[in-house]
């Protein structure tokens, strides 16, 4: 067996291992847990980077290694390096939990990771369970014990349901066909696809990625999650976690094959049903995170549409839009930390000043939601761009157009936001914020990439062509 | 086989539902708790009917990895319980309503 396969999961398995001892021993100090992070959780950047172009598979061909996981892998070591990275502060969880947090996001990490890679239905549900369920207690570690211990019952009484109706699609399925190797499903699966046990089969076992992503009749979690949990965890759930969500919803979507009548028909309401009720209820809210999660609900359902086309140019579209989602979702969520100052979700209205408070974050913001609504000279407007076109080249015009006014109706929203971080006089504080160098560097980093992607996105669209290659 | 496949599906069909159904009516969190187990162990039981019918090795091995995934998932739930029971001194799933917003 070949190990050098396997080498970013193991060392992600080694940092998991460091945090364990940490969290046993009492004499750490939290700075130099905060350090140990990140400078792991950088080396993981590094070692995904290096095994980029690995090809193979493992233990018994449940476990394939190719450009598609390793991408993915790539991107989920970047996201949790950029989540450790605004932890520094970290004032909603307690300060003798610090490890146990770190420990948690590196295992939920290691599990999206195998999940990207895993090509057995055992395999699957086993590595969304293990990141599921560390994201359960990540959710449970605020501060607020009253908010923690709801938000997290919550949480992990509808996750708990969504994975069990999975788990029964998983044994229909298999009750039909004799493997459960998606390689010998894949061959199979399209030709009976029309058979009602095979699409209520498919279908029950999308539902565990669609709650994972946050699609219509899984998404009542999300709002009260984000709101809910710490600043930090809520930007873990809703950035590194989707990716690896949208890795799997691709898979699992390219088993179906082209030819299902039925299932796309599901697919393509669902679709429509989330974008449309997303944006709709993000109007309404007050709260910045429950905005931002509504505006997440929003993505997935672009993200679906992209998923749905079943061709190359719709799965490219989907994996660029994975980036998308990190890199602005990511932005946005480093304002809301900056400014919450006790670690409390902040509202709208406390955004005021804002381009006085600090001109770099609000700029940042700007940038991002920008993104968000896809406006073109960032990222965002790319990632909508593949997408809407992979989907016209489908010949499904009513649903590009459906998803176009929701853009408009998006921008309604993003606007206001941005309304009252510009435009609003602020009533109290006009202090500026106190912003540590270090994420000085990352938020303009992170401005130069997101318009720098916008502008010659051709090598990211390169790779995630070569990547969706791997899938057929 | 001698129960065919088809009676097992059924059972197994039966049994998702009435987890479904215990999950979603009953008010005491270790009830929904419970339901969601049920659940899992009718995924379990198509599996084996499934592996039966296939005459394979594998449906029976993911059949036993539910069940200690069932483990673990039921000990974070009675975990979160407990320091639901903590905080309020009732399990009764109304406590989630009134607590946020």
């Known amino acids: ?472 | 086989m001698i129960v065919p496949y088809g009676h097992v599906i059924v059972l197994a069909g039966i049994i998702f539902l009435l987890g479904l159904l215990c999950a979603v009516t009953r008010r005491n969190l270790i009830m929904i708790v419970l339901g969601i187990e049920i659940m899992l162990n009718a995924g379990a039981l198509a599996f084996i009917g499934a592996s039966l019918r296939w005459q394979q090795m594998g449906g029976q091995a993911v059949a036993l990895f539910i069940l200690a995934i069932a483990a673990a998932e039921v000990s974070i739930g009675l975990a979160l319980i407990v320091s639901v029971y903590r905080k309020y001194g009732t399990i009764h799933v109304d406590i989630l309503e009134k607590s946020t917003r």
């Open chain 1, 1 to 472: 067996m070949n190990w050098t396969l396997f080498q970013p999961e193991l060392y992600y398995f080694m940092v998991v291992m460091v945090f364990l001892t940490v969290s046993m021993l009492n004499s750490v100090s939290v700075k130099t847990n905060y350090y140990t992070a990140l400078i792991s959780a950088v080396i993981g950047v590094a070692v995904c980077t290096m095994s980029l172009r690995v090809n193979g598979t493992l233990f018994y061909n449940t476990y394939r290694v190719d450009l598609y996981s390793q991408l993915f892998k790539l991107m989920l070591a970047v996201g949790m390096f950029l989540v450790i990275s605004v932890c520094n502060k970290l004032k909603s969880v307690d300060d003798s939990r610090h490890p146990e947090f770190y420990l948690l996001v590196a295992t939920a990490t290691l599990a999206m990771m195998m999940l990207t890679s895993a090509v057995h239905l055992l395999t699957i549900y086993i590595c969304l369970e293990l990141s599921s369920y560390s994201l359960y207690i990540l959710v449970f570690l605020r501060k607020d014990q009253e908010t923690g211990v709801n938000t997290a019952l919550k949480y992990f009484l509808t996750g708990a349901s969504a994975s069990a109706v999975m788990l029964f699609g998983f044994a229909l399925v298999y009750g039909k066909f004799p493997s459960i190797y998606l390689a010998d499903l894949v061959e199979s699966i399209p030709r009976f696809i029309d058979q009602p046990s095979v699409s209520i089969g498919m279908l029950l076992m999308l539902c565990g990625f669609f709650f994972k992503l946050g699609v219509f009749p899984f998404h009542f979690w999300l709002p009260d999650t984000y709101e809910g949990s710490a600043n930090e965890t809520t930007t873990f759930i809703a950035t590194v976690s989707k990716v690896a969500a949208i890795a799997i919803m691709i898979r699992m979507v390219a088993l179906i094959g082209g030819n299902s009548v039925y299932l796309i028909k599901v697919l393509i309401g669902i679709s429509v049903i989330t974008m449309t009720l997303g944006n709709l209820c993000a109007i309404a809210q007050q709260d910045l995170k429950r905005l931002l999660a509504y505006s997440s609900i929003a993505h997935a359902g672009y993200v679906l549409l992209g998923i749905l086309c079943m061709s190359p140019n719709g799965y490219t579209g989907a994996v660029f839009y994975a980036v998308t989602i990190l890199l602005l979702k990511f932005t946005c969520f480093m304002v809301v930390i900056s400014i919450s100052k006790k670690g409390e979700s902040p509202s709208v209205d406390q955004l005021a000043g804002l381009h006085r408070r600090s001109p770099l974050l609000a700029l940042a913001l700007m940038l991002a939601l920008f993104g968000l609504a896809g406006i073109p000279p960032t990222i965002g407007f790319s990632g909508k761009l593949l997408i809407f076109t992979a989907a016209m080249n489908n010949g499904y015009f009513l649903l590009v157009f459906i998803a176009m006014v929701n853009v408009v109706i998006s921008l309604y929203y993003y606007l206001l936001v941005l309304k009252a971080a510009y435009l609003k006089e602020p009533v109290d504080d006009i202090q500026p914020l106190h912003v540590p160098f270090p994420q000085k560097v990352l938020t303009t980093a992170l401005i130069i990439t997101i318009v720098t992607i916008g502008i010659f996105p051709t090598y990211l669209i390169d790779l995630a062509d070569a990547a969706v290659k791997y899938l057929m």
